[in-house]
């Protein structure tokens, strides 16, 4: 998600003495370049050719461009066939992609933006070498049932998984005891910050009381990632079933280590999806073990 990469590196602790970048890896092609004015090089294109000739780590910084804040940008060209082919030639160097190199480097902290990393993305192999790996995910019970189908295989490639919601949808309680981890944090929508954070002007003026507080969010997040991970107990070994369509028993874990929430307090309240008649669409969750309405 674009959005939060901007947003974490824009807020990450000690900005002032951290080399933060915004890589764009999501084969489906990037954004930054057109949302914040950039030009389409340097980038990802050209990092490839000269990663050709040199395997030396700083020459990512070489095509890089700024953000505002301070944080660098490696920018991904918009057509998915271009960046999934540019994507597949960083990752299949004989000695790995580049960026986790540069990650390891003491002061610097690379976001990177894998899109949602489907079976075969050539994103995979920059996953597969997160210090933590954040599946963000709706709160809707399609949402989730996606999210639980890759949950499990995507918190197998990092000691330090986390699962982010965003949006309306179930409440965050349900989510958890159905998948079985805590959720690390709830993204509020909040769209005139969003559009900030990623170049766009803010939409007119929102009604009163809809300040989503985004960019509150992502700095406690921000703030949670820049801290040891802590280690968590196994779920129960029985739970009722709170988010049908989601198969929990293929995610849940015997344990490990987890990206601790963020001291924000409660989340916030969503109200369950509206309940249609399951006769007239299937696909309507429906209100078995949900909290019930106030």
Known sequence: MTTLAVALAMTWPHAESTRRLVAEVDPSGGDLAMRFGLPAAPGLVSLAAAARRTRDPAVVWDHTQALPGGARALVAPPGGTHARATLSTLATASDGPLLPVVACDAGVVVFADCGRVDPGSPAEAIARCADALVLVTGAQGDDLAHAAARLGELARWTPRPGLLLT???????????ELGIPAIGR?????????????????PARRRGNNGGLARHAAALARTLAEPATPIAPPPATMPAGVPGVP??????????????????PPPASAPPR????RRNGHQPSTAGKEPLA
Do not use: C, K, W
């Open 167 to 177: 949006g309306e949808g179930y409440p965050t309680m349900d989510v958890e005891r």
């Open 187 to 203: 993204l509020p929508h909040d769209p005139a910050t969003a559009a900030t954070l990623t170049g766009h002007r803010p939409p």
């Open 248 to 265: 929990a028993q293929q995610v849940r874990r015997p344990g490990g280590v987890l990206i601790s929430p963020p001291g924000l307090g």
């Open 275 to 278: 309940v249609i008649d399951p």
